[in-house]
């Protein structure tokens, strides 16, 4: 069933169980009102009369002869019965408008009576109708010796109620029908911006235009926040989109490039080159570097693909100063050239603090080993690299400082983005080593920081929480 509909539905009947309720109290106060009007009246015509009678010194006999005489007039328009009972069974007096039928003598009524009381009672009678009879007694010293009865007819007033719980019931039916409609009209036009929503939806989705925006609605509502979270999922679509292709393009480039190479070399070895031994090892040499490129770049990629998926790390302790004596032993034979054992670039063991962080040993590795490959790769021969570790109020912070080629301050805030490069550097690399060193600090609740300066060097920073007491048992 459509919302719409639901609140339509679910609106009206809880306005008809409100409207229901109202109606019966409505009828049970007018029946009880009218019918205490009515016994008010009734009452006071019988009191009138037994007021009257009992001014009578000669009462007893009065009854005894039937010399009560009723009033004719004033009876009003609700024809108002009157009679005067004898003892507790004969009338001896009655109204006019009795026209020679008498009130039934009602023993209940008579009982009450006994006892000094007046009574109300309403009698069903033989033809169906009802009757509302008050019976008052009338005392002789102490004892009840007559009784003053007032009745009247109840269909007019029953044919009233009914009148009225007809108009009422009619009435709220009506009113039911108009506030269902309204209330599904109401509906209707509170859900009218989730409709153009899903047109809007169904239209982007079927022209594949994620550049498409849904206009914001002017008040600032639900309908407001649902749109600009509607258009905010749409912008970070577009851009996880669009990183998809501009990885896949970038990753075919990279393919494409080896691969280029490589079939080159083959080829070249077809040709003869195989023959001659300093070709073939150049040959050789060219494919090899390309293979190990590529499967450099392949396990970069499935390790990207694997935090992205939200791989956990497994995370020791670990000495980061033993780490970096490690790091700085492999920097120096990847600074070292050729041969003859040249040293390229100086690499130096700086300031070293003992400090202890909560990670995985590899990982850390993997990322110093980037940031060393990266300034060996980009500080040109004879400069200097020197790695340090601190340890500050609770943080280890070890960096890697370069006396390279520096970096504009353009290509600073992109340098960790997958793939990207400075141009001006040509292949030295694919452009994924400084996105993984990032995700590795964050994946320890670290961070990676760079400065540097264009024709002075640069210096990467990393900093990892030190490992608090509770962790070391
Ligand atoms: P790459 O595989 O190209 O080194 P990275 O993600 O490690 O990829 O680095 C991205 C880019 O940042 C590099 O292409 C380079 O232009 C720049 N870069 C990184 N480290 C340095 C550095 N120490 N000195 C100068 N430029 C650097």
């Known amino acids: 069933m459509a919302i719409r509909t639901r609140l339509a539905v679910w609106y009206t009947g809880v306005t008809a169980g409100i409207l229901l309720i109202y109606l019966l109290l409505s009828w049970a106060l007018l029946h009880t009102q009218l019918f205490r009007e009515l016994d008010r009246q009734l009452a006071e015509r019988a009191e009138e009369v037994r007021r009257d009678i009992l001014r009578r010194t000669d009462l007893r006999m009065a009854l005894e002869e039937g010399l009560i005489r009723l009033p004719t007039t004033s009876l009003g328009a609700p024809p108002v019965y009157l009679q005067v009972v004898r003892g507790n069974e004969s009338v001896t007096a009655r109204s006019a408008n009795l026209d020679g039928w008498r009130l039934p003598l009602d023993m209940d009524l008579m009982a009450v009576n006994l006892q000094g009381r007046a009574g109300y009672k309403t009698i069903t009678m033989e033809d169906g109708t009802l009757l509302r009879l ?5 005392m002789a010293s102490g004892r009840m010796i007559g ?21 009422l019931a009619a009435g709220g039916l009506l009113a039911l029908l108009a506030i269902g409609g309204a209330g599904w009209w109401l509906a209707s036009l509170a859900l009218r911006p989730i409709d153009r ?3 809007a939806a169904l239209q982007i989705a079927s022209t594949h235009d994620l550049r498409q925006r849904l206009p914001l ?8 926040r649902l749109v600009s979270t509607f258009n ?8 996880v989109i669009d990183a998809q292709q501009r990885l896949g393009a970038d990753v075919s480039h990279e393919l494409r490039t080896p691969l280029t190479t490589i079939r080159g070399n083959v080829a070249l070895l077809r040709r003869g080159a195989a023959d001659d031994p300093q070709e073939r090892r150049i040959a050789l040499d060219a494919i090899e570097a390309e293979v190990n490129r590529m499967s450099r770049l392949v396990a970069d ?22 780490l970096l004596l490690e790091v700085y032993r492999q920097a120096q034979a990847m600074a070292t050239v050729g041969s003859g054992g040249v040293e390229r ?21 993997q990322l110093l080993l980037n940031l060393v490959d990266n300034a060996i790769k980009y ?25 390279g080629a520096g970096i504009p301050a353009e290509a600073l805030p992109h340098i960790f983005e997958r793939f990207f490069r400075m141009p001006r550097y040509g292949r030295k690399g694919v452009g994924l080593g400084l996105a993984i060193a990032r995700w590795i600090a964050e994946a320890h609740n670290g961070r990676l920081e760079v400065e540097s300066e264009v024709g002075q060097g640069s210096t990467f920073t990393l900093w990892l929480p030190e490992a608090k007491d509770s962790q070391l048992s």
């Open 232 to 239: 905010a999922l749409l912008d970070r679509l577009a851009q």
């Open 217 to 224: 609605p002017r008040a600032h509502d639900e309908t407001y």
């Open 134 to 138: 008050y019976s008052a007694p009338l």
């Open 379 to 403: 500080t040109p021969r004879g400069g200097v690299i020197t790695l340090s570790l601190y340890r500050e109020n609770g943080w280890v912070r070890v960096s890697v400082q370069d006396t």
């Open 197 to 199: 929503i899903t047109q």
């Open 301 to 322: 990629l499935l390790l990207l693909a694997q935090a992205d998926a939200g791989m956990q790390l497994e995370k020791q302790l670990v000495e980061m100063d033993t």
């Open 345 to 365: 670039v100086t690499v130096r063991l700086g300031h070293e603090d003992q400090a202890l962080v909560l990670g995985d040993p590899d990982r850390l590795r």
């Open 147 to 167: 009784a003053v009865q007032a009745g009247y007819p109840l269909q007019d007033v029953e044919r009233v109620l009914r009148r009225a719980w007809l108009t």
